[in-house]
């Protein structure tokens, strides 16, 4: 069973801080990750995705990847109100006969305090 | 822009009443996607679709059928509706199997009394 672990929080950051979401997946020969931002009442929408090794940045939003520890994670620099949110982690893996599977992590809900 | 549009954003329906809930894509994907969510158990997969007249089950499928009669149209049924059925249902599309970029409808909330 292929699984995504991510603390469900909340977290809380005062404004302008940076907000650091983390994220943990069981399948080695995972291949590619994903974060999704999910506002309240809305659905997830993808913000970011990272396949290699180390960082890539976009904005104000940075995912970090270390497969050899399975470990992803998100860092919003400057958090805004507008950042909070449920943030929803997603692992793809190829499950065979030319089939892939991604399966998501339950999500880290985050407030940005003004 | 990809536009993947649920039918109802409101349902409340009876325990045992037959449900639809419908799904367009207007993007000509291939891979449809049903996903149910609740609070504390994130998404769940009900069921996907890679082809027209193509299904696959879920992690949760019983209690649900699907119908893909067209490439763009993915329909969700419960035969016989039940309170636990009660949740957020999320309709999904992708370009390619092999990527995990999802575009999601705006979701139809589904009460069962």
């Known amino acids: 069973q292929k699984e995504v672990e991510q603390n469900s929080g909340p977290l809380s950051v005062p404004e302008g801080a940076i907000a650091s979401l983390n994220c943990t997946y069981s399948?080695?020969?995972?291949?590619?990750f994903f974060w999704y931002r999910q506002y309240s009442g809305k659905s997830p929408e993808l913000i970011m995705s990272?396949?290699?090794?180390g960082d890539k940045e976009d904005g104000r939003f940075t995912a970090q990847l270390n497969k050899a520890s399975q470990y992803v994670s998100l860092l919003i620099r400057d958090s805004q109100p507008s950042d909070s949110a449920t943030y929803l982690c997603?692992?793809?893996?190829?499950?065979?006969?030319?089939?892939?599977?991604?399966?998501f992590g339950k999500g880290t809900k985050l407030s940005v305090i003004p | 822009d990809v536009k993947v549009t649920q039918s109802s954003r409101y349902l409340v329906k009876r325990t045992g009443e037959k449900v639809f809930l419908e799904c367009v894509q207007d993007?000509?994907?291939?891979?449809m996607f049903w996903y149910r969510q609740d609070p504390g158990l994130g998404l769940r997969l009900i069921y996907f679709?890679?082809?027209?007249?193509?299904?696959e089950k879920g992690d949760i499928p019983e209690g649900y059928s699907v119908s893909r009669e067209k490439k763009e149209r993915f329909s969700l049924i419960l035969e016989s509706a039940s309170t636990n059925q009660t949740s957020m249902y999320l309709c999904a599309s992708k370009w390619t199997e092999n990527t995990g970029e999802l575009f999601f409808g705006e979701g139809s909330r589904l009460t069962v009394l």
């Open positions: 997603a692992a793809l893996s190829y499950s065979g006969a030319g089939s892939y599977q991604l399966t």
């Open positions: 993007m000509d994907h291939e891979n």
């Open positions: 679709s890679y082809d027209v007249k193509m299904k």
């Open positions: 399948d080695r020969g995972s291949q590619s």
């Open positions: 990272i396949y290699s090794n």
